[in-house]
């Protein structure tokens, strides 16, 4: 199985900031890597995907980076309504591997 | 309008069945791979069962935790996909959400329903 480490867990910053997660698979995933937001009491919504593609109606300041094994997620002038767990997900190969979420909160 | 409601989640007995459906609406069901995904309580996500889509015949793939207790199905006239969990245990006890998975991955998930597996 392809292991997803993440990092930060946890994260504080404050609003306008810049963040950044990361994400790494323990073999290469060839960009088949995205990103989600998970809310308080919500289902999770794609953020990005094949590693730096925007999903449909989400902010540009929202952007993702990387190859081989190595990814991360850049938030430019975070926002309130940013406060939420991201995780980071495989899907070059079943079974298909989550991070372990970084909880995103503001100062 | 894409829409994933998920329901038939509850309480019950280790050892126990429980079914859950996810209802489909908004697309071409057949045309896209269906999945599951569970979160137990203050958990990351951990995905645990896949049906690819008509063009590859249906097939099924699932995860070591589930395989041989969980069977995911589909109602392709219903637009309805199916999660047959047998021999509960409670460390099955999550949020069970049903997502669309393309290119883009999981673009759309379901509200999600609670299983809490308790004696």
């Known amino acids: 199985d392809i292991r997803m480490t993440q990092s930060p867990a946890s994260l504080s910053a404050s609003l306008g900031e810049t963040v950044n997660i990361e994400c790494l698979a323990s073999?290469?995933?060839?960009?088949?890597l995205a990103w989600y937001q998970q809310k308080p009491g919500k289902s999770p919504q794609l953020l990005i995907y094949n590693a730096n593609s925007l999903q449909n109606g989400v902010p540009s300041r929202f952007s993702g980076s990387g190859s081989g094994t190595q990814y991360s997620l850049k938030i430019n002038s975070l926002q309130s309504e940013d406060v939420a767990t991201y995780f980071c997900?495989?899907?070059?190969?079943?079974?298909?591997?989550f991070g372990s979420g970084t909880k995103l909160e503001i100062k | 309008e894409v829409k994933l409601v998920e329901y038939g989640g509850g309480l019950v007995q280790p050892g126990a069945s429980l079914r859950l459906s996810c209802e489909a609406s908004?697309?071409?069901?057949?045309?896209?791979?269906m999945e599951w995904i569970r979160q137990a309580p203050g958990k990351g996500l951990e995905w645990i069962a896949a049906?690819?889509?008509?063009?590859?015949?249906?097939?099924?793939v699932y995860s070591a935790s589930v395989k041989d207790r969980f069977t995911i199905s589909r109602d392709t006239y219903k637009s309805i996909l199916y999660l047959q969990m047998n021999t509960l245990k409670p460390e099955d006890t999550a949020i069970y959400y049903c997502?669309?998975?393309?290119?883009?991955?999981?673009?759309?998930w379901g509200q999600g329903v609670m299983v809490t597996v308790s004696s």
């Open positions: 908004g697309f071409t069901f057949s045309d896209f791979y």
């Open positions: 073999e290469d995933i060839y960009s088949d």
């Open positions: 997502a669309r998975a393309s290119i883009p991955p999981f673009d759309y």
């Open positions: 997900q495989q899907y070059n190969n079943y079974p298909l591997t």
């Open positions: 049906s690819r889509n008509k063009a590859n015949d249906y097939s099924t």
